[in-house]
């Protein structure tokens, strides 16, 4: 972690070891998070991103989804027929505790993140929000949607199509 401009080794040290026992998928962002504000004194992080990329669909590679793989098998241009999706999960600090110093025993300011209890997909990710987006060629999307699947397909996903070296979002 650069300090000042500089690199602290004491600090670096121990992101490396931090990272190691806290990059699995399996752990949500909201004990990531936790684990962050408890492990580094100095740090109070009051927001943590995180992106998961996937699934890729492509046309005769995966077949995670039938109805995808169906459609993106009658794209004329095997090099569009795909499609990335990836999701944002966030999780911010909604309080910071203060901390107590008394004379046996202190405890350190820590965050309390909030969780969106509300939206059982946010509660189920452990996040106070999440974003899903699909990246697809024009081609394939065209495809898509000529058999009426990309409603169905896209419901909750911020759509990015691909059109000739461009990025078209919002549609």
Known sequence: LPVEGLLNPELAHRFDDFTEKNSAYTLSPATIAVNLDKDFEPLHPKQLRRVVLGPFYSAGITENNSTVSEVLAKVRKPENAWLLTWTI???????????????????????????????????????????????????????????????????????????????????
Do not use: M
């Open 89 to 171: 999960q966030e999780v911010y600090s909604k309080a910071e505790k203060p901390g107590r110093k008394g004379l046996f025993s202190s405890e350190k300011a820590t965050q309390e993140f909030f969780i969106d209890t509300d939206d059982l997909e946010a509660a189920r990710q452990g996040v106070s929000s999440y974003e899903k987006h699909a990246l697809i060629p024009h081609e394939a999307y065209q495809a898509l949607y000529a058999a009426g699947e990309a409603q169905k397909i896209f419901s909750g996903y911020k759509v990015h199509i691909l059109s000739k070296g461009q990025v078209i979002s919002d549609v």
